[in-house]
Each structure stands twice: as C-alpha cells, then as structure tokens.
C-alpha cells in the first residue's frame, strides 16, 4: 500500500494505471489536481518519482489515465475540465499538456474514464454524463488522437438503447470497448440492454432482466469501437450477483474482467473468454 504524505495521494485516489513497459503505476488524485508515478513495488510512505500539478497542466479534477507506449504519451480524462489532456508520458511538474480537448463542440460532460488505440489512431472517452445538472446520460465519445481543442467527435455512442447513465472507467482491446456502468438509465424507468444480445448471466436461474432495484447499480458493457449512435452493447454482465462497478480492468490473455464496488465494497472477478474472441465472441 501506497500511503502517506510523502505520496501526494489523499484518500480520494480515482484511478491507477500499470505501465508494464517500464513496471510503474500512475494513481489521479482529484482532490489535488494531480498525476502521480510510483515504481510498481513501491510500499509504505514514499515519494512519487514525478508528479504532474500546477496551473500550467490544466489539471483540475483527473479520474482515469491511460499510457500510450507507440506515441509515449500519458491521456488523462479530466472531470472537472470536461477534458482530455495528453502529455508526455514522463511529464513531470507543472508542465503544459501537449494537446487539450475540451469545448462544446466535443459534446463531453464530465469525463472519467479514457482509452487509447494507437493502431486506429484513435481516443475513447466515457463520460460521467452531467452530474453537476443531471441533465444528459452518459456516453463513449471516438476522436482522431491527433484531436486538439474544440473539435467535433468522430462518433458518439449514446442514448437509451445503450442504458448507460452514468459511467466510470473503461478499457480497450481490438476492436471492443469494455465500459463500467455503474448507474443504468433503467433506474428511471429507461431501457435496460437485453441478455439476447450476448449478456452474461452471473448465476444460474439470472435469465431476465434485473429488478428495478437492481438496474440502478448498473453494469459491465461491450461495444464495438466502430459503434455509433444509440446502440445497445453486445456483451454485458448484470444481474442479482453483480455489482455496481466502478472500476473497470481486463484481462485478456486469461478472458477475465475485474471490477470493483464503491457501493458494496466488494472486488470481483469474471471469466468471460468469449468477450475477448476474436470473432467478437459469437
């Protein structure tokens, strides 16, 4: 455990990220505006080795971050911004970010989980969706990752038929988009995605739709990164047994998901191979 006032961290850490190519993690820290990196086998009380803070950065209220190793860039998805800011990926100090995505062309509201496709030149965004006014549901916004300023999305996946609401982190593998959904539109009575799309359902006798009680905690989503508009996801896992994700990692070698629970507490693992076929799992 990473802990302390040598750390930089407070108790509201919202994301951590492994960079396996050089055995570092790099925890957001929201309520400082910060980034911080630790070698990967860091305990106890110690000092980050870099640090990203101060005005220059245009960090107000990181979540989740992502590192690019083709382009050795560090993608944060800033919440209070309603931004994405890419750095260097050894950024350290109050350093400008490279690029900054941010205005109301972008459409984005509130931004807290991020993914980068390198091949497809390619940045996913999920958005919190509005909390502040609770005016607009969550979403996937698709730029070019070259994208810089106010600019357009590529696409925008979105709208009741995809259930989500609010979301929370996300990853990317291929051509899949694995999504946390931790607050459905179903908890308003909306649309929540059928199991005959590919749904997975966590204990034996979960055929059907959760109760509405249920729909509020949420779930695990998969769309295609080619995806556009109002589309429902083509591999879920929700039900009775699951939680209320608020953290979203993959493992794709041994077909396992992880999540964890804000609400319940609880860390949780799913094995599920077909959400990671190549043929998409059909």
């Not at 086998?41 to 190793?69: F, K, N, W």
């Not at 941010?102 to 989980?113: A, L, S």
């Not at 589309?231 to 493992?251: F, H, Q």
Request: net charge negative; glycine share 12%; with cysteine.
């Amino acid at each position: 455990m990473i802990q302390g006032t040598k750390s930089k961290l407070t108790r509201a850490t919202h994301g951590i990220t492994y960079d396996p190519a050089r055995d570092l993690l790099i925890a957001s820290e929201p309520l400082a505006g910060a980034i911080a990196t630790f070698p990967a086998g860091a305990s106890g009380e110690v000092a980050p080795l870099r640090v990203i803070q101060g005005p220059e950065t245009h960090i107000h209220r990181p979540y989740q971050e992502v590192v690019d190793d083709v382009h050795h860039e560090l993608v944060v998805a800033d919440n209070e911004g309603d931004s994405v800011l890419v750095f260097p990926w050894d950024a350290n100090g109050n350093q400008p970010p490279l690029r900054v995505i941010e205005g109301p062309n972008t459409g984005m509201r509130e931004p807290v989980g991020i993914g980068v496709d390198p091949e497809r030149n390619l940045i996913v965004v999920a958005t919190d969706g509005g909390t502040k006014t609770w005016q607009h549901n969550g979403g996937l916004f698709i730029f070019q990752r070259t994208a810089n300023g106010d600019v357009a999305p590529l696409r925008v996946i979105a709208g009741p038929h995809t259930g989500m609401k609010r979301n929370w982190h996300m990853a990317l593998y291929k051509d899949k988009i694995y999504v946390a959904v931790t607050s459905s539109t179903a908890a308003t009575g909306g649309y929540v995605p059928p199991y005959d799309r590919g749904g997975y359902a966590p204990r034996p006798g979960c055929t059907g739709p959760p109760r509405l009680g249920d729909n509020s905690r949420g779930f695990i989503g998969v769309w295609k990164i080619t995806d556009s508009g109002d589309v429902p996801p083509e591999y879920i896992i929700r039900g009775d047994a699951s939680p209320s994700p608020g953290s979203l990692a993959i493992n794709p070698v041994k077909g396992e998901i992880y999540t964890a629970s804000g609400r319940s507490n609880d860390l949780v693992t799913f094995l599920v191979p077909q959400f990671f076929a190549a043929d998409g799992g059909s």
